[in-house]
């Protein structure tokens, strides 16, 4: 039932109401005894009256009143008047992210600044063990000094309990929500696939909500969307954000980002928000994208700059063979600069190799079990994919055409088309390799049995692969 101007709850006069959500409704309210304007969040009556999780939720409040950081909305307390429970809350003046959103697309430079102190507020509750789990534009507000404040942090589990043990269709937030005609579950849009699974959650199920926030306010649009609470956890757990609608000149660095955190696998998703603060300050500062701050902390993920280095250098040369041998080139080469980064929980293997077209990279990298494999990268995409069975290979190299990738696995050449299909054996090697190379060679006999070529010993017209191995001989298969 909702609560009168001019009633009195306590010491707080009720002044106006504020608004009214799934875990209760706000009222503005004048604190009698200090002299000061409040938030009272008025806990829903049926909640109230289970005693077991009023316990519950008085523990977890004293919890969530130690938090004190700048971006954080302050508890004060909680304020108990007969059958009415309240908690007493820091009062933020402005109007929340999601009316700021409803405006339009928030421009990139300004959002990157207001997803900074969502990150510095998550980061500084993660490192005490509280996670908010109903992070969304509406918990956000930005004041008139363009100071962020999260709102209702960690009250979903306070008031909901843990998701595991949590019947998703008696959830407060749910049930209240879904009541109103009208209007769509705010929260299932921001959940994280764990969660619309009713999974245990962690930190993860922030950064994939975070995720969410960036790209709304970055397209003006919400990244799942749904016309019944349903069909919007359907589209989380089943469909990709449209990347199409972020605005053309967002910076690669944030991109990256965003594919991070809305990973659905939470294993394979940004393990922590402060290397999202980290890239986004990057951004901010102006820092170029292949470059980082000696000693500045670097997260795993971004330890790649020697990688990027040599494919800026490789890439380079290959514009300007382009402008050389181009017989009226229409304009100077431009220098394309990009960062390579690693697969997650990976790091680069022993070869990088720029394809003869320029449009590909594939190298080798190795996960946590020590296990390696060859990855390839198309330069206008962002992620690089792994090529199924070529586990424990090493020195990748490139046919001329840009089609095949040469590598050694052991003792063994091998090859594989980058368009799918299992690698080939291409023979044998006999000793250690010391690397490998393709050329284009006039039609001769190979002998790939003994490792070298000898002419007019069989037909091997076409591309042909060679490595170089202690002993000095070639090895070699005609690859027509």
Known sequence: MAIQPGSRLGPYEILAAIGAGGMGEVYRARDSKLGRDVALKVLPEAFARDAERMARFQREAKVLASL???NIATIHGLEDSGATHALVMELVEGPTLADRIKQGPIPIDEALRIAKQICEALEYAHERGIVHRDLKPANVKVTQDDAVKVLDFGLA???EGDASSMDMANSPTISRMATQ???LLGTAAYMSPEQAKGKPVDRRADIWAFGCVLYEMLTGKQTFTGETVTDTLASVLTKDPDWTQLPA????RVRVLLQRCLHKD???RLRDIGDARISLDEVLSGTPEATHVPGARVPAWRRVIPWAVAGIAVMAAVAL???HFREKPSAPAQLLRYEIFPPEKASFGSGLAVSPDGRHLAFTATMQDGQTQLWVRDLDAIEARPLAGTE?????????DSRLIGFTVGNSLEDIDISGGPPQKVC???GVSLGASWSLLEPRGCDCVRHVCRPNEGSCDGRNAFASNKSGSLTGRSRA
């Open 68 to 70: 004190n950081h700048p």
């Open 157 to 159: 589990k306070a008031i």
């Open 181 to 183: 005609a009208g209007v």
């Open 249 to 252: 000149a967002t910076p690669m």
């Open 266 to 268: 939470a294993k394979q």
């Open 321 to 323: 063979a382009v402008v």
């Open 392 to 400: 424990g290979a090493a020195d990748p190299f490139w046919s001329p």
């Open 428 to 430: 044998d090697l006999p």
